[in-house]
Each structure stands twice: as C-alpha cells, then as structure tokens.
C-alpha cells in the first residue's frame, strides 16, 4: 500500500510516496531488496556483517549505508557510514556526518522522518520522490530502505537509491 508522507503541506519540496508493499520500478532497487531478503534466513532482518560487495555487485554504486545513533532520551540521529557513486552524483558528499549538519533543518527533519519509518517498523519500504536536494527536482528517485541489526535491535539502514530524469 502506497501513501503520500505527512509532511508540511506548505512545503514547496514534492510530495514522498511511502510503499510498504514494495513495488519497485528499477533495476538496482530491485536487485537490492531481492539481495536484502536473501540474507534474513529465517529472522525478521539480516545483520549489517551479512553484506558483501561481491555479491551486490550488479548494484553496488547504488548502496548506501546509514548508521542509527542514539540521542538522548527516545531521539536518535543518523550518519551515511558509506555513500555510493550514484547517491554522490544525485545529492553531493553525506558521507560521515550527521544530517543537521549537511542539510537545512527542513530538509534534515525530511530525511529523518523518511529514516525513521524503516527503523521504528523494523521492515523494509520503498520510498518515491522528486529529488529536493541541490534543487535537482527534475529527478525522480526511488529507493530501498530496509533495516539491518542484530538481536531484532535495528542499528543501520540499508539504502539502495536509483535515479532518473523525468524532465
């Protein structure tokens, strides 16, 4: 089931399609929840020390991986731990740094709304937009966002992004 997100309805930014049901359109997010669901053998989620880059290799530049960290009492924060070349290409360098640090507040409390869905569910979505960084809006993006962790304790997000122009 796809939605719009609730976000700022006076937002000039377009609209984020949330889709639990998973209907992927590209190659690489496809190839990505495909490898995801692969490695769960059996638990709700598989481990971030379950990956190989060997064997995401058909997709690999479209890999991104996004570490939770805890903030004080319920909040929590997220760091690009690893930035491939095509989420480079769409939104500049992230890598190692926290979001309020490299994007305005508004688009900051975007993304970790974005973020947060995956991890308090505990389960893979898919997630459609115009891009709305480095105002590259005539770009759409789709992208995987699937948890990786231990113990059933959601620690990184896996982001597999593809994108495309729709001018």
């Given at each position: 089931?796809?939605?719009a997100?609730?976000?700022?309805?006076?937002?000039?930014?377009?609209?984020?399609?949330?889709?639990?049901d998973?209907?992927?359109?590209?190659?690489?997010?496809?190839?990505?929840?495909?490898?995801?669901?692969?490695l769960?053998?059996?638990?709700?989620?598989?481990?971030?020390?379950?990956?190989?880059?060997?064997?995401?290799?058909?997709?690999?530049?479209?890999?991104n991986?996004?570490?939770?960290?805890?903030?004080?009492?319920?909040?929590?924060?997220?760091?690009?731990?690893?930035?491939?070349?095509?989420?480079?290409?769409?939104?500049?360098?992230?890598?190692?740094?926290?979001l309020?640090?490299?994007?305005s507040?508004?688009?900051?409390?975007?993304?970790?709304?974005?973020?947060?869905l995956?991890?308090?569910?505990?389960?893979?979505?898919?997630?459609?937009?115009?891009?709305?960084?480095?105002?590259?809006?005539?770009?759409?993006?789709?992208?995987?966002?699937?948890?990786?962790?231990?113990?059933?304790?959601?620690?990184?997000?896996?982001?597999?992004?593809s994108?495309?122009?729709?001018?």
């Amino acid at each position: 089931m796809a939605f719009a997100a609730g976000l700022d309805a006076q937002s000039e930014l377009s609209p984020i399609t949330v889709d639990w049901d998973l209907a992927f359109l590209q190659a690489p997010t496809r190839l990505g929840l495909a490898y995801w669901q692969s490695l769960r053998n059996g638990h709700q989620f598989p481990s971030r020390r379950a990956l190989s880059p060997q064997a995401m290799r058909n997709f690999l530049g479209h890999v991104n991986l996004v570490d939770i960290v805890p903030g004080a009492g319920d909040s929590f924060d997220y760091i690009i731990s690893l930035q491939g070349e095509h989420a480079r290409e769409v939104f500049g360098h992230l890598a190692g740094r926290k979001l309020r640090e490299i994007l305005s507040p508004a688009l900051a409390q975007r993304w970790r709304k974005s973020l947060d869905l995956p991890r308090t569910a505990a389960a893979p979505l898919r997630l459609f937009i115009r891009a709305g960084t480095a105002g590259k809006n005539w770009l759409a993006c789709e992208a995987l966002l699937a948890p990786l962790g231990d113990d059933g304790h959601v620690q990184t997000l896996f982001w597999v992004l593809s994108s495309w122009n729709v001018k």
